[in-house]
């Protein structure tokens, strides 16, 4: 061996067992794992894209006499960044659970902006109806999420999002972390929580929504957990709520993509070196009464008193572009459609715009509010969670890096190394209807049929989101409705929202309004649906 052999073998050996092992993985800070970041910058997209991105699916379905371009993409897409901007003007005041919370300022000002919008565009009846908001909003005053272990620097995780819990004492845990995967019973079977911080592994099956770790937090609480940690697996760092991931009285906390990777990857390490990983939580909340939320009603008053409803929601958690930006900017479009037709519609236009569903109901007290109008409505439609680009995880990585590969080399580490990709057309939309015949759900069809939106192979009995009091009035209700991974988000911000997507989805319900106004009654009422 020459000398520069030797040299090099020297070498190879340090790395291996020489000095270089004090700061192996199991004595390095965080036993090697780098420490995550902040919260995800809101202005640049947490999926991959770069600039030969396709982006989204050119849409093609513009009605022919939209001469005023009501239902140009474009268009609704500067009323979307507008509806965020009052979430915004929230944040930047320093809320920290901050959107247009119903019965909060931001929640007031979208509403008048909104009405404002239809008066502009000859809706002269427009009006904001305030309405009580009947259960207590409850909101953060201060909370920690902060991770310990000897040797390394506390972690205090940037996304950690305190949720209601059904008390409002200050709520203090401190243990050591034990991660329960997704937290069913077997899992759980064979896991001692008690005394200990429980860490989910919270994957969104479309969404929060959707995912089977509702519920799970408060099973971890009766089995003796003193703090939940649910981490969802999802792009970036974002801020995420939900109150189906709540407890009872311990202290449980939401967590984006990379803290709960960090999260995940730490404890499997620190068990393998044998050291333990405690979690301090500290919570501090206050529940609002006596809050007034609002709704706003406009007409296009049509050839019959009969009733055709659209509906949206204003309010939001975070930015809340497609829940409910979207929705809400493509209902505004509509209303400037309809209203400079030269003819009129054959059934009466009601536009309602829903105080919200997230915490102070405003389809509730409309209704209550207007029992002739539902007396009258033959249909209403609600317009939510229209337009977001479909967005996928490819591939999911330790944020310390994995084991060597087959070619001998590790695999990388690093946060953004769990990829998630997007693709050219919207997310999915459940097409339901309830109380409706066979012939709405035809109706419905169309949406992928003859619009290029790509809806749920079959219609379903059900309607989740503002709906529900409608439904439980017996009004025959439909729509298109979806939730991706950015849902109850801090990632739900404009640069998801599709503006041919937008397009899309207006061309939609322009017809289906048109086909819903001109149906006999008969054959759009149809059964409830069986009881649960």
């Known amino acids: 061996m020459g000398h520069r052999g030797l040299l090099a073998a020297i070498a190879a050996l340090a790395l291996i067992g020489g000095p270089a092992s004090a700061q192996s993985p199991s004595n390095a800070p965080w036993f090697g794992v ?28 513009r009605p022919k006499d939209d001469a005023r371009g009501s239902l140009k993409g474009e268009a609704m897409m500067a009323d979307v960044r507008r509806i965020v901007d009052f979430s915004l003007e929230r ?71 305190p949720i209601r819990n059904r008390t409002v004492k200050p709520a203090t845990a401190e243990g050591p972390l034990v991660f329960v995967g997704r937290g069913s019973p077997a899992e759980l079977a064979n896991i001692d929580v008690r005394g200990k911080v429980a860490v989910v592994n919270v994957v969104p099956d479309d969404s929060l929504f959707a995912a089977r770790e509702k519920g799970v937090a408060r099973a971890l609480e009766r089995l003796g957990a003193v703090g939940v940690i649910n981490a969802v697996e999802s792009p970036g760092n974002l801020l995420f709520y939900d109150n189906r991931y709540g407890c009872d009285a311990i202290p449980c906390f939401l967590v984006g993509g990379d803290d709960g990777a960090f999260l995940e990857s730490v404890i499997g390490r620190a068990a393998k070196a044998g050291k333990p990983v405690r979690m301090k939580l500290s919570l501090k909340a206050e529940e609002r009464t006596g809050l007034t939320a609002w709704n706003g009603v406009a007409t296009i008053p049509g050839k019959s008193k009969e009733v055709v409803i659209v509906n949206a929601h204003a309010d939001a958690w975070f930015d809340g572009a497609d829940d409910n930006a979207d929705g809400l900017a493509v209902f505004l479009g509509l209303a400037d459609y309809f209203a400079h037709r030269k003819e009129k519609p054959a059934r009466t236009l009601v536009f309602m715009v829903s105080g919200g569903h997230h915490t102070a109901i405003g389809a509730a007290a409309f209704i209550k509010a207007h029992p002739e109008i539902i007396a009258n409505t033959v249909l209403v439609m609600n317009l939510e969670h229209l337009a977001q680009i479909n967005v996928t995880q490819a591939a999911r990585t330790d944020p310390g890096g994995g084991a060597p590969g087959p070619t001998g080399q590790p695999a990388p580490g690093g946060y953004g190394s769990g990829v998630w990709t997007a693709n050219t057309t919207e997310t999915t939309k459940q097409a339901g209807a309830v109380n409706a015949t066979p012939f709405v759900w035809a109706l419905m069809g169309k949406a992928s049929k003859q619009y290029g939106v790509v809806t749920s192979y079959e219609p379903t009995p059900s309607a989740p989101g503002d709906l529900g009091a409608y439904i439980r009035a017996g009004v025959t209700s439909a729509q298109l409705i979806s939730s991706e991974v950015y849902y109850h988000s801090s990632g739900d911000t404009p640069s998801t929202i599709s503006v041919p997507g937008l397009e899309r989805a207006a061309a939609f319900y322009a017809g289906f309004i048109e086909d819903v106004a001109k149906a006999p009654r008969d054959k759009l009422k149809g059964p409830p649906p069986p009881r649960p």
Do not use: C, N, Q
């Not at 780098?34 to 379905?61: I, L």
């Not at 909003?137 to 995780?157: I, K, Y």
């Open 34 to 61: 780098p420490t995550p970041g902040p919260v995800s910058a809101p202005d640049k997209p947490t999926f991959r894209t770069g600039p030969g991105a396709y982006g989204p699916a050119p849409a093609h379905v």
């Open 91 to 161: 944040k930047r005041a320093g809320d920290l659970l901050y959107g247009r919370i119903s019965g909060l300022p931001a929640e007031k000002a979208v509403v008048d902006w909104s009405v404002g919008k239809l008066k502009a565009s000859g809706l002269k009846d427009a009006h904001a109806e305030p309405y009580p908001s009947e259960a207590p909003l409850w909101l953060p005053v201060s909370f920690e999420a902060r991770v310990t272990s000897e040797g390394s620097p506390d972690v205090v995780l940037a996304s950690a999002m």
